[in-house]
Nanobody
Framework: QLVESGGGLVQAGGSLRLSCASS????????MGWFRQPPGKEREFVAA????????YYEASVKGRFFISRDNAENVVYLQMNSLKPEDTAIYYC????????????????WGLGTQVIVSS
């Protein structure tokens, strides 16, 4: 019910915008987030946005470079990624959860299949 797109290969310093199209019923009532799994590492939290789009929260290493947003009319969540670094290379996953704490903790009701982002140095 979540389908990510927009990944690809980009040079360090470049930008990408990821999209997550949702078919979740009552999408506008869900908090949404982005997670990533770097090669050989565990999946980690990146960013979250509440159901209204009013509040957001970021992992420290992406704060100021990544920006999460949503369009509840179109059932889409975005992740704008700027000033990309090689360490941002990962599979990026979209997630949805009604409880904010569970969302940030990675305990989510809905997960996408992911989109690959590769940042070359």
């Amino acid at each position: 019910q979540l389908v990510e797109s927009g990944g690809g290969l980009v040079q360090a310093g470049g930008s990408l915008r990821l999209s997550c199209a949702s078919s979740i019923e009552f999408f506008s009532s869900y908090n949404m987030g982005w997670f990533r799994q770097p090669p050989g590492k565990e999946r980690e939290f990146v960013a979250a946005i509440d159901w209204s789009g009013t509040n957001d929260y970021y992992e420290a290493s992406v704060k100021g470079r990544f920006f999460i947003s949503r369009d509840n009319a179109e059932n889409v969540v975005y992740l704008q990624m700027n000033s990309l670094k090689p360490e941002d290379t990962a599979i990026y996953y979209c997630a949805g959860e009604s409880n904010w704490g569970r969302l940030v903790a990675g305990v989510n009701e809905f997960w996408g299949l992911g989109t690959q982002v590769i940042v070359s140095s």
